[in-house]
């Protein structure tokens, strides 16, 4: 099992290992040593909740505005977690679980959850050692090798993240228009918050909480009025 645990995770290590290479070259240029770097990504992995915290730190802003940020940003693993916790098997006890709670990520979670069998302590270990290790070495050698590296290829690579998060965002934006309506409602929020002057004090991690909130709470409300519509359609049908 933990075998076949590492060869599922080969794939994730190769991946988080260019992004974090990312994450190492900012959390430098934005005044971070490559100790902190490294010690970031060995005592947290995920890449959004990283990114979004280096930015606040550079920016000095309060402890406040990273918690929420972080509690945004991060929630999801909460429910991943939960609907993962039903799959495993009788021996995968409490200091496991906490494992299975540090180790989780979307690309974990979405290889574990597509697993046919129930999930063992081994397997688990072994699909996210590669990950975590990727992710750690990437961000080491981003910090050591960014500042060696051509400027041209550091800002290409700089923007790996943005470019991965498009990859995620944009085929659930061609499938379902209420994910694209969230996106639209966070970008154009965004905007407003960087471009208007009379929103110039807001920093950048409270534009972060609220275009996300802003968007989420939008995109919940249509669905529930889109449900609603369904439902009494298809109770008239059932009364014609």
């Not at 005044?31 to 920016?59: D, P, R, W, Y």
């Not at 429910?79 to 409490?94: E, N, P, T, W």
């Not at 050692?129 to 700089?158: E, H, K, Q, R």
């Not at 659930?172 to 929020?189: C, F, P, S, W």
Request: charged share 15%; proline share 2%.
């Amino acid at each position: 099992m933990l075998k076949r645990g590492i060869k599922d995770g080969i794939p994730i290590g190769l991946g988080y290992f260019s992004v974090s290479f990312s994450f190492g070259i900012l959390a430098i240029a934005n005044g971070f040593s490559v100790f902190e770097a490294v010690l970031i990504s060995m005592t947290n992995l995920t890449s959004a909740g990283q990114f979004a915290g280096i930015t606040i730190i550079a920016s000095m802003g309060s402890l406040l505005e990273m918690a929420v940020t972080q509690l945004i940003i991060n929630m999801r693993y909460s429910l991943m977690a939960i609907s993962l916790s039903q799959k495993v098997d009788k021996r995968f006890g409490i200091s496991a679980r906490l494992l299975l709670g540090f180790g989780i990520t979307d690309e974990i979670f979405a290889v574990a959850m597509g697993s046919r069998k129930e999930i063992s302590r081994k397997y688990f270990l072994g699909l996210m050692s590669l990950p975590y290790v990727g992710w750690t070495l990437g961000t080491l050698a981003g910090a050591v090798f960014g500042n060696i590296m051509p400027d041209i290829i550091c800002d290409a690579l700089g923007i790996a993240l943005f470019g991965m998060f498009i990859a995620i965002v944009v085929p659930d934006m061609k499938r379902d228009g209420k994910i694209a309506l969230t996106v639209v409602i966070a970008v154009v929020i965004s905007c407003i918050l960087y471009y208007v002057p009379f929103f110039s004090k807001v920093s950048s991690g409270f534009s972060v909480i609220i275009s996300a909130v802003t968007a989420a709470a939008v995109a919940a409300l249509v669905s529930v009025h889109d449900e609603n519509n369904e439902k009494s359609i298809s109770g008239r049908e059932r009364y014609d």
